[in-house]
């Protein structure tokens, strides 16, 4: 499965979009963030598999940068969110959906007595924040070092537009060190509200790392000492790596959690699960959108998180995630190049050693697509259940192709 590559209409959308949109896109879907050739349009998805502007397919393994988890255009969720949109989506308030919701929330999540939901998943990060500053009366948050949490003022990768006083109260630590989180809850003194902390460290362009048991207890710790809320950002990981929450595994249960992404399978979704103790100051802030109570995405996570909950699809994912592993290492090894495959194998970061300026990742990833795969140069990468054997074994087909083709390049292993 070769991929043709002719964009022309590819890039006639984007030379569109640059006459009605600034630079013609925003955000983390910008394909300028990536190396050139990479499609920015795309006409449809099913399964594991995207076709661009253009017709060509591929075998995506960014899942849309996330929310796939069952498959495109999943027969049973979408029967379920459409189903709601006959009846009516949006309207004066929330219909049955969202009590259904949340009951299977509070019984499948094992931190949780109580949700609100929200629509993507910095709307989720800020809520929790808020709700922890409403319920302890204080101010100082405290993030990793590197961390990515959103996308507006109090949080964003971005300096641009942003104050100082927008970042006044937050606090950094480093990531699974101890030492580190005790210095900066030294530093926020009677006044820290939060400590904030990514399922697992996923840091872009950097080796991912499974947070330390010991790390998340210490931190556990530290806010049943101070009375601040443990928060967990759930929302890259959630419902992916378990159905009961993404530290569930370690036996660490937080106050408030986000949850955004694959919750409802595409459909626009968040939620912020949280702790009884906190459920007075959820109910007291001030949260709201014209869109979040929808019914169509909640029906479509009901059904999502139904079927993730009593069917093998996370195991399976995990299987899929392992296979490709194994395979892209082996290969990789036999072309003269050496990987490094860090985080959750159903959510791969694949970086090359001695790949400072991503030469080698660009060139290989832009030689995968030509050949029919979906792959990231510097992002971690996303599985799911509608990945088969099949599709993992043809991926890897490609890859070696793809190991090939930049070896007669002459880009060559550092």
Not at 115 to 144: E, M, S, Y
Not at 185 to 210: E, S
């Amino acid at each position: 499965m070769t991929a043709k590559l002719l964009n022309s209409r590819d890039m006639e959308l984007v030379e569109r979009a640059q006459r009605v949109v600034p630079n013609g896109m925003w955000g983390h879907m910008a394909t300028r963030a990536i190396a050139p050739g990479y499609p920015q349009f795309f006409s449809r998805s099913d399964g594991c598999r995207v076709w661009d502007a253009d017709g060509n397919e591929y075998i995506d393994f960014m899942c849309a940068w996330g929310p796939n988890v069952l498959g495109y255009r999943h027969r049973d969720v979408d029967a379920a969110a459409l189903a709601r949109i006959d009846a009516g989506d949006v309207g004066n308030g929330p219909t049955e959906s969202m009590v259904e919701l949340a009951e299977l929330l509070v019984d499948t999540l094992d931190h949780a007595d109580w949700t609100l939901f929200q629509k993507n998943g910095t709307d989720a990060t800020t809520a929790c924040v808020t709700i922890a500053r409403a319920a302890t009366g204080r101010r100082k948050i405290l993030v990793a070092r590197g961390a990515y949490h959103g996308a507006v003022p109090w949080c964003s990768p971005s300096l641009l537009g942003v104050t100082a006083e927008d970042r006044a109260h937050i606090i950094v630590f480093d990531y699974n060190d101890a030492a580190s989180l005790d210095a900066a809850v030294n530093a926020a003194g009677d006044d820290l509200a939060a400590i904030l902390l990514t399922a697992f460290q996923h840091d872009v362009g950097k080796d991912q790392h499974l947070p330390q048991a010991a790390f998340l207890a210490h931190a556990r710790k530290i806010c049943d000492r101070t009375g601040a809320a443990l928060i967990l950002d759930d929302v890259r990981a959630g419902f992916r790596l378990d159905v009961r929450g993404s530290w569930a595994r370690y036996g660490v249960k937080p106050d408030l959690a986000a949850y955004s992404k694959a919750i409802a399978n595409g459909w626009p979704l968040a939620a912020v699960a949280g702790a009884e103790r906190f459920r007075e100051g959820a109910g007291k802030v001030f949260v709201t959108g014209s869109f979040w109570y929808g019914s169509a995405a909640m029906a479509a996570a009901v059904k999502t998180v139904q079927i993730l909950r009593d069917s093998d699809a996370l195991a399976h994912t995990e299987a899929m995630g392992e296979r490709f592993r194994t395979g892209l290492s082996e290969i990789s090894a036999r072309h003269g190049f050496t990987l490094r495959q860090t985080g959750p194998v159903q959510m791969p970061m694949v970086l090359f050693d001695g790949d400072q300026e991503l030469k080698i990742a660009n060139a290989f990833c832009l030689a995968a697509l030509r050949r029919g795969i979906y792959l990231h140069p510097k992002h971690n990468m996303f599985l799911c259940a509608a990945h088969t054997p099949g599709d993992i074994d043809r991926a890897l087909e490609a890859a070696d192709g793809a190991f090939r083709d930049i070896v007669s390049a002459g880009v060559l292993a550092a």
